[in-house]
């Protein structure tokens, strides 16, 4: 199977030994407001979205040049995109039919949402997506050709229900269908696609903290070895054979951890620390630099820090966040990394925000 590159995110706190980047400020799942939702042939649709016509030269959004410590590859600073006008934190997110995805997550008032948000980077646009069975948050999002995987998350408003369930989209209907469950009910997990599976890790269960490891292919769930440190609140970023694992938090809000994984084949391995402690964090991949960790949350800060880790464990840093946030998605569409929405401090804040940085070979 080809998979594609995806990616999971989750919201953590930070340890005492990292300076504040953002000051804070002080059962049955609900169903998001009523959308009226594209279908996602329409979604896909190069040509007109949500009832506007593609310029004849349209090129999406570019950010403006910056620089960074990149590892010598040039990138753009991040640009504040159009805001999806659905405020959210705890949302996973990732590229899908050339658009960003972002799912699920907690609103404003703490409620668990089933809205599907769309962003389509060549008008620079939002359209509602076909809203989830259940609302869920502290899921992951997968995109695997023409699918969508969401996985485990909490459902409803708590954060003692975690769910087994996995929620395949039918890009041919439109609607949300049951996919392989998880071997284990799992929340604040994270997952990417390694280009041939789906790989799971870490998270929280119904005993607790996890460590486990779970590969996802042809229809099927498959024990690997566990993660040396389990965690919950971590990111995933994937590549043709390999996924990333990085940070997340053991416990309490001072229990952020630096521990990068590498899955390569049944092991995961650590390979490095990121050079940031975080968990909230979100995470992308790009071949020049490796795995990179964005943003984050800790016990009084948000996090801006754009941080990388490539397979031989050395690091690079790109250019921070505009708006530092947590719970926040990220994916990579074209030759952008976007971040989606999230909480601009620690704690239950929500923002509608999306930010795009250019990434250039």
């Known amino acids: 199977m080809a998979w594609l590159i995806a990616l999971a995110v989750t919201v953590a706190a930070c340890s005492d030994s990292q300076p504040p980047r953002s000051a804070a400020t002080d059962g049955d799942s609900p169903v998001a407001s009523p959308q009226t939702a594209a279908t996602p042939g329409e979604l896909g649709d190069a040509e007109s979205f949500g009832g506007q016509t593609a310029p004849a030269e349209a090129n999406g959004t570019a950010p403006a040049e910056a620089n960074g410590d990149d590892g010598g590859m040039a990138q753009s600073g991040w640009s504040t995109l159009t805001p999806s006008g659905s405020p959210r934190t705890e949302v996973a997110a990732a590229a899908h039919l050339d658009k960003v995805w972002a799912v699920g997550g907690l609103d404003g ?145 001072k229990s952020n951890v630096a521990a990068v994984d590498l899955v390569d084949g049944d092991a995961a391995t650590p390979i490095g620390k990121l050079p940031t402690a975080r968990g909230g964090l979100a995470g992308f991949f790009h071949p020049e630099v490796g795995a990179c960790a964005v943003g984050g949350e800790g016990p009084q800060a948000t996090f801006a820090e754009v941080e990388c880790l490539d397979a031989d464990g050395d690091t690079a840093t790109l250019a921070s966040l505009g708006r530092p946030r947590h719970g926040l998605g990220a994916a990579v569409a074209g030759d952008i990394a976007y971040a989606v929405m999230g909480g601009p401090q620690p704690g239950l804040e929500v923002s509608d925000t999306i930010e795009g940085l250019t990434l250039n070979n």
């Open 109 to 253: 008032d703490g409620a668990a949402s089933a809205n599907v948000d769309v962003y389509a980077p060549t008008f620079d646009a939002w359209e509602p997506g076909p809203p989830l069975p259940r609302a869920v948050h502290h899921a992951a999002v997968v995109a695997h050709d023409d699918d969508l995987l969401v996985v485990g998350g909490y459902v409803g408003d708590g954060f003692d229900t975690p769910t087994d369930a996995v929620w395949r989209l039918d890009s041919a209907t439109g609607r949300w269908q049951p996919g392989p469950a998880l071997p284990g009910a799992r929340a604040a997990g994270a997952a990417a696609s390694d280009g041939d599976r789906v790989i799971y890790a870490g998270g929280v269960g119904p005993q607790g903290l996890a460590g486990d490891v779970w590969a996802l292919a042809d229809g099927a769930w498959r024990r690997l070895d566990g993660l040396a440190q389990p965690r919950e609140h971590l990111a995933a970023a994937g590549e043709d054979g390999r996924v990333w694992l990085l940070g997340g938090r053991t416990g309490g809000p």
